[in-house]
């Protein structure tokens, strides 16, 4: 069964370049987490895990490179493209990020991030 749409924040508080917004997940059952970021304009989403250990990519909400051009694992450097999660460098090249459905919409006259939530990750039950 799959869950509603989840508000994750307004619009306005993904910035190109800036820190990312998470949220608690479970995927297939497990605690974890997620994070939105804005690249280019758009909003995208995906499973914080790395997919050379597992481990999270973001070192306090940061998951840009300074030049703000790519995703960054803080723990082992792997580099991913931020419209696709396509891992471009380091040790789990051509691997990807787990990429969630989101997109933008007006909600109650404020523009909003929105994730669908499908497949394996879903929203923690709190």
């Given at each position: 069964m799959e869950a509603t749409w989840v508000e994750v924040c307004a619009a306005s508080a993904l910035v190109d370049g800036g820190?990312?917004?998470?949220l608690p997940v479970l995927h297939a059952g497990v605690a974890a987490t997620a994070f939105f970021v804005r690249f280019e304009g758009r909003a995208h989403g995906y499973l914080n895990r790395c997919p050379h250990m597992g481990a999270e990519l973001d070192w306090e909400g940061s998951v840009y490179t300074r030049a703000g051009d790519l995703l960054m694992c803080a723990r082992h450097g792997a580099t991913f493209q931020p419209d696709t999660?396509?891992?471009v460098?380091?040790?789990c090249r051509s691997s990807m990020l787990h990429k969630l459905d989101v997109f933008e919409e007006v909600r109650s006259n404020v523009r909003m991030v929105v994730w669908r939530?499908?497949?394996?990750?879903l929203p923690a039950v709190s």
């Open positions: 820190l990312a917004v998470k999660g396509v891992c460098g380091g040790p939530p499908s497949g394996k990750t």
